[in-house]
């Protein structure tokens, strides 16, 4: 069974700092790209951030500079450092993991940033 668990998110001021996870069983986690989507009240699912298996990161333009995506396939665990916090960053963050034969999605966690 596939699971891809998301952890970190809660309610930080604006300027503030979060560090979500999501750690992943059931796939072979080396193989997959990861990504952070973003939903905000209201708004379209967002890409966020994404690492592929070769250590290759893109980032939305509106986190540039302030987010950090990482893996690490040891511990089957991907992070997102988020730095410098603004309201605009409010939403639920999804983990999202894909490789050539399939796509799976974690469940969300919710950030809140408060002005």
């Known amino acids: 069974q596939v699971q891809l668990v998301e952890s970190g998110g809660g309610l930080v001021q604006a300027g503030g700092s979060l560090r979500l996870s999501c750690a992943a069983s059931g796939i072979i986690f080396s193989i997959n790209t990861m990504t952070w989507y973003r939903q905000a009240p209201g708004k379209q699912r967002e890409l966020a951030a994404r690492?592929?298996?070769?250590?290759?990161?893109t980032y939305a333009d509106s986190v540039k500079g302030r987010f950090t995506i990482s893996r690490d396939n040891a511990k089957n665990t991907v992070f997102l450092q988020m730095n410098s916090l603004e309201p605009e960053d409010t939403g639920v963050y999804y983990c999202?993991?894909?490789?050539?034969?399939?796509?799976?999605w974690g469940q969300g966690t919710q950030v809140t940033v408060s002005s």
């Open positions: 690492i592929t298996t070769t250590g290759r990161t």
């Open positions: 999202y993991a894909e490789n050539w034969q399939a796509e799976y």
